[in-house]
């Protein structure tokens, strides 16, 4: 029986959101979101090649869109605002250029940053630092550090799937890929979001946004890289008002 890589929740004729996770984490990641959004929309949580469901398919852009793009169609009912979070963020910028039918609607949340030129060397460190670093460790650290954060029920939620090796073999595939000008193929309406306390995708984001058609960002206030965990709430209400601002 073929894997199911995503989970379903709300009305089933409600607008459908669909939410791609972070590197080393999974589509559990999500649950603060869907707890706030689920009773108005349809929220629809995948996970990537390389993670959760999918841990034994390795990770690649192309893969990313093919799973998000199988999750739209038979789980979001064909077209939907697709959100996504880092290593999701660009894949789901990626999915958006591929067939923009499917996407009303994309939210990009710290995935601000081309992969290319100097930025590519961070990507490759950070990515074979995730790899070869001790996976029991890194978990360990990762873990505790996100219950402190955000709490036990959180942090449990995190810990299911929670992968830094298979994260890391995800961030170094980036590497070389251009995503500004998939935005552009995408052409349709955009938001981006990044914490105020993320520098490096604040860096990027002047370069990436400029001169893309059908775009707005938003920082979030007292947020790091991972923003929709920092501000659970204002990053809810994000999604909601940017669905809300689309047309039907």
């Known amino acids: 029986m073929a894997i199911v890589p995503w989970e379903v929740e709300g009305p089933p004729d409600a607008p459908s959101i669909v939410l791609a ?8 990641m999500w649950r603060p979101q869907v707890e706030r959004l689920r009773d108005r929309y349809r ?13 034994g398919q390795p990770y690649s852009v192309q893969a990313g869109v093919e799973v998000l793009q199988r999750a739209i169609r038979d789980g979001a009912g064909g077209r939907a605002v697709v959100v996504g979070l880092s ?11 591929d067939d923009p039918s499917l996407v009303r609607g994309l939210v990009v949340a710290g995935a601000s ?4 030129g100097l930025a590519a060397a961070a990507y490759l460190w ?37 992968d830094a090796p298979a994260g890391g073999r995800a961030i170094c595939s980036l590497v070389g890929e251009r995503f500004r000008a998939r935005l552009l193929a995408y052409g349709g309406p955009i938001l981006v979001v990044n914490g105020e306390l ?10 990436f946004v400029a ?21 659970p709430d204002a990053f809810a209400r994000a999604i909601a008002d940017f669905e809300a601002s689309l047309p039907a």
Do not use: Q
Request: glycine share 14%; with cysteine.
């Open 113 to 116: 940053m081309e992969p290319t």
């Open 198 to 207: 993320d520098p490096w995708f604040c860096l990027g984001e002047r370069a």
């Open 211 to 231: 001169g893309v058609p059908g775009i707005r960002t938003l920082r979030l206030a007292r947020a790091s890289h991972v923003s929709s965990l920092d501000r």
């Open 43 to 55: 929220c629809v949580v995948v996970d990537l090649p390389g993670h959760g469901a999918l841990s």
């Open 126 to 162: 950070y990515g074979w630092a995730l790899r070869l670093l001790p996976a029991a460790l890194t978990r360990t650290v990762g873990v505790g550090l996100f219950r402190r954060a955000y709490g036990r029920e959180v942090g449990e939620a995190l810990a299911i799937g929670y």
């Open 87 to 97: 290593l999701g963020g660009y894949t789901a910028v990626a999915t958006a250029a």
């Open 21 to 28: 996770h972070g590197a080393v984490l999974s589509r559990t």
